[in-house]
């Protein structure tokens, strides 16, 4: 077990109270989330908001929707540079290069995007959208997310994937090729895979030296095809021994699990997920996107509309949200928490405060009965799940749920 070190001292512990105003006196850093909800084919496990595109896209509209979307949430980011911009989906690299070129342009004119923003874009292997990724890189992206999944051709095809083996391997060479960082997404406890299957994916992987790698399991999601015909996936513990001997063999080619799913090299992170991770901000625009606001007394959070149809239309109404309210101040610990202890790193007191504008004497008790069970590290500069706290990270925040402030 964990020994738990002193934070405060107990005479030192200030008052907690959900009758206490908030008060930001630093905003979070930002980022902004563009959301590109179009698909050649909807994938099986997919529960995202995403739309099989019938036929061409409406590229023109969408990206003049996007622009005065941004314009019209202006107000809430005044004087705040935007540190990365992140295009996800959907499918992003259905979008030309030019599309993305005159995105960049308009976020650069109208917003504070810091010069050396990380700017990603999630693509697909198929092969149209491969050829596009010298285009992407000359307009400004910087980091390519490929949705690879497998390099298996039986088990893309269980998946619904459009694109097979050779596919999937040509445009990894061409993401290595074109982009200094670049992040290679696979799955695993598929449809009957085993495991040395499921390292195979993670060597062929390997072969093409990416600087990040993501890595999920399977799990079929509510209103999806998959939970509704539920496919014949692994034994739950070839599942669990499927992710040990991943981080394994990821930990022994030098990538660190810096968050549950996320590998990556030294000084490769994420740098947009991680601010997620960190609770900071992010503007979200575009169909279904998400955004979380910090203001000088609230926390906001944002949704717009989802179907991309009513999206365009009430936004030529100038009415871009479907979702708007202020989270209250007793949810902010557990919202906190569930993004920060993804981390292996955690975070910092300090960091705590910060976000939510709480004391953290409101959860100390959580924090060292946590400790006591093996759960959490607790140390002055650094709150960390352990490793028994990463894998039943569950188990963890359910003793966060409700913290009585």
């Not at 095809?157 to 290679?184: T, V, Y």
């Not at 279904?288 to 109404?317: C, E, F, I």
């Not at 292996?344 to 008790?365: C, K, Q, V």
Request: hydrophobic share 45%; aromatic share 10%; net charge negative.
């Amino acid at each position: 077990m964990s020994r738990t070190i002193p934070i405060f001292p107990a005479a030192a512990l200030p008052p907690a109270s959900a009758d206490q105003p908030l008060e930001f006196h630093t905003s979070p850093p930002l980022s902004l989330y563009v959301h590109i909800p179009w698909c050649v084919q909807k994938c099986p496990y997919c529960d995202f908001n995403s739309h099989e595109a019938s036929g061409t896209i409406p590229e023109r509209q969408y990206v003049d929707a996007l622009i005065a979307d941004l314009q019209a949430a202006l107000p809430l980011i005044w004087g705040r540079p935007v540190l990365s911009v992140f295009f996800g989906g959907g499918t992003p690299s259905l979008l030309s290069p030019a599309a993305i070129d005159e995105l960049l342009a308009a976020f650069r004119a109208l917003a504070m995007l810091a010069p050396e923003a990380e700017i990603t874009l999630e693509a697909n292997p198929g092969a149209v959208e491969a050829e596009k990724f010298a285009g992407f890189r000359a307009a400004g992206v910087n980091r390519l997310s490929l949705g690879i999944q497998s390099f298996d051709d039986d088990h893309l095809q269980a998946l619904g994937r459009i694109h097979g083996s050779a596919e999937a391997k040509r445009a990894a060479a061409l993401a290595a090729e074109h982009f200094e960082r670049f992040n290679l997404d696979l799955m695993y406890g598929l449809p009957g895979q085993t495991l040395a299957q499921a390292l195979s994916d993670v060597d062929t992987a390997l072969a093409y030296a990416p600087p990040h790698l993501s890595c999920y399991q399977l799990t079929p999601e509510p209103n999806t095809r998959f939970a509704a015909f539920p496919p014949p996936l692994p034994e739950a513990d070839l599942c669990a021994d499927m992710q040990e001997a991943i981080e394994a063999r990821l930990a022994t080619a030098g990538y660190l699990n810096y968050e549950t799913s996320a590998f990556a090299r030294l000084d490769r992170q994420c740098l947009h997920n991680l601010n997620y991770w960190h609770f900071g901000d992010y503007l979200g625009i575009g169909a279904g996107a998400h955004s979380k606001l910090t203001l000088h007394d609230r926390v906001l959070r944002q949704m717009r509309w989802k179907h991309p149809p009513t999206y365009l239309d009430n936004g030529a109404a100038g009415q871009w949200l479907q979702e708007d309210r202020q989270v209250e101040a007793a949810d902010l610990p557990f919202e906190f928490l569930m993004n920060a202890l993804r981390l292996a790193d955690g975070f910092a007191p300090s960091l705590f405060e910060r976000r939510t504008s709480r004391p953290l004497a409101a959860i100390l008790p959580q924090l060292r009965a946590a400790a006591d069970d093996g759960l959490l590290s607790i140390g002055p500069e650094r709150i960390a799940p352990t490793a028994r706290g990463r894998r039943f990270l569950n188990v963890l925040l359910e003793r966060f749920l409700d913290t009585g402030t």
